[in-house]
Each structure stands twice: as C-alpha cells, then as structure tokens.
C-alpha cells in the first residue's frame, strides 16, 4: 500500500535554525514535502528596524526551497492573538498577509522626523491557518472562514461548528510510533520545544518515512480530497 503523508510543522520564524533538517531530510527522501506554519513577525526585528533587511534575506532564502508550503501561523504567536472580537481577528488576518507580502516600517531620519520604508516580500503563502497554541473564539474562526482560510485544529478538540469553516485535522504526531496501517497520514510536529519537535525525532523520521510515500502539502492533499469527494459523486 503506497501511503498518502502530510507533514507540518509548527512555529517557524526567522530566529528557526531547524529549517536545515528539514533540508537533510530532503536530501534522504527526495520527493518529501511539508507543510511549515510560519510567524512572520519576531520581537527580534523590533529592536532594530535594519533588521527588516535580515528578514528580506531569510524569506529569499525560505523562496528558494518550492518543496516547503509557507501557512500562518499567528502574527506575533502571542496566545491571546485569536482570542478576540471578529474585527480585531479581521485586522490580525489581515496584518498577517501583508507581514507576508507588503507592508511599511516608521524610521528615523537622518536628522528629524520620520519616513515610511517600504518591504516587499512577496512570499507565496497558502490560506491555511493555524492559531498559536490551536486558541481561537467563534468570532475568530468567522473571520478566517469569510476570509476564505481552512483552519488547521488540535485532534484532541473537537471541531468547532461553525457553519461553512473549513477545517484539517491531523491524526499522527511524529514522536508516536508510525501508522503503517493509514493509507492517509497527516503528520505533526513542530520546529524546537515540544516533544514532537524535529530535533529530537530527526532519526526517527528518517527511518519511518516510506521513500516510496506519496507527500504533499497540507495543500495539496486538500486540493486531492476534493478531486476524489468528486470523482466518487
């Protein structure tokens, strides 16, 4: 049975140095692909806005590996950020997009006032969402639903019943022991700190993983699950 596996990973952002085992483990499956669930700001760059060159290099860099699906994942990762009113979640949403693909930072000039530096990014990033620690209110989940996201949630809550969301749900966290029985695996982990984290299950990893495996990204199997829900009409 050729398996069918989905990856991701939690909390990447531009202080994540993990991203290279990800690379290794590229380089020992070939055709592997994931799902990474990025924060675009970091209170790092704050305290310096010639960081925002820094954080142009790193999206060059993260552009460059096609095989890696960019989704968000909070703005700041602050807890409290999706436990909010609709607008407010609406504005964060929206916050987040342009962290990804255009915004302006205030700098001083050289000698008064202040002027507006434009930052372009421009990373490709699917409309998949996840909320920092899975913590969002009914008007949040509204917000990503009218914006046109699918929401990724914990499986150890239930999923949340508002009309019309669309949801994706794992069922394998990558320091389990590996399903060999699904014909569908949706794999979770996460960058550093956390027991599922890809430090400490890189090995693992590279000995579960099936090299003739099907991967995709969350994406993409979203995308072949509404092919086959047609085809089986």
């Not at 507006?116 to 990373?123: A, D, L, N, R, S």
């Not at 794992?170 to 699904?182: A, M, V």
């Not at 982990?189 to 099907?214: A, F, V």
Request: hydrophobic share 35%; net charge positive.
């Amino acid at each position: 049975m050729k398996q069918i596996i989905v990856c991701d990973f939690d909390d990447v952002n531009i202080a994540s140095r993990e991203i290279e085992i990800l690379k290794n483990i590229k380089e020992h499956i070939s055709n592997f692909r994931c799902s990474i669930f990025t924060t675009p700001m970091h209170p790092w760059l704050l305290e310096d806005e010639k960081r925002f060159e820094n954080y142009l290099d790193w999206v060059d860099a993260l552009k460059e590996l096609d095989w890696l699906e960019i989704c968000p994942h909070g703005f700041f990762h602050d807890t409290a950020e999706m436990m909010v009113n609709y607008e407010t979640a609406k504005a964060t949403f929206l916050s987040i997009e342009k962290a990804f693909t255009h915004f302006k930072v205030k700098r001083k000039r050289k000698i008064f006032g202040i002027k507006w530096v434009h930052y372009y990014p421009k990373i490709k990033f699917a409309k998949i969402f996840k909320a920092p620690k899975w913590q969002m209110s009914k008007e949040a989940y509204e917000a990503a639903r009218d914006l046109g996201y699918v929401v990724a949630i914990d499986r150890n809550q239930p999923t949340p019943q508002i009309k019309d969301l669309k949801t994706y749900k794992y069922n394998w966290s990558i320091e389990e022991p590996f399903p060999t029985e699904y014909k569908i695996i949706k794999g979770h982990g996460h960058i550093r700190g956390m027991p599922n984290d890809i430090s400490l299950n890189y090995l693992k990893l590279i000995n579960d993983l099936p090299q003739n495996g099907q991967f995709m990204t969350i994406g993409e199997f979203l995308s072949y699950e509404q092919q086959s829900k047609k085809i089986t009409r």
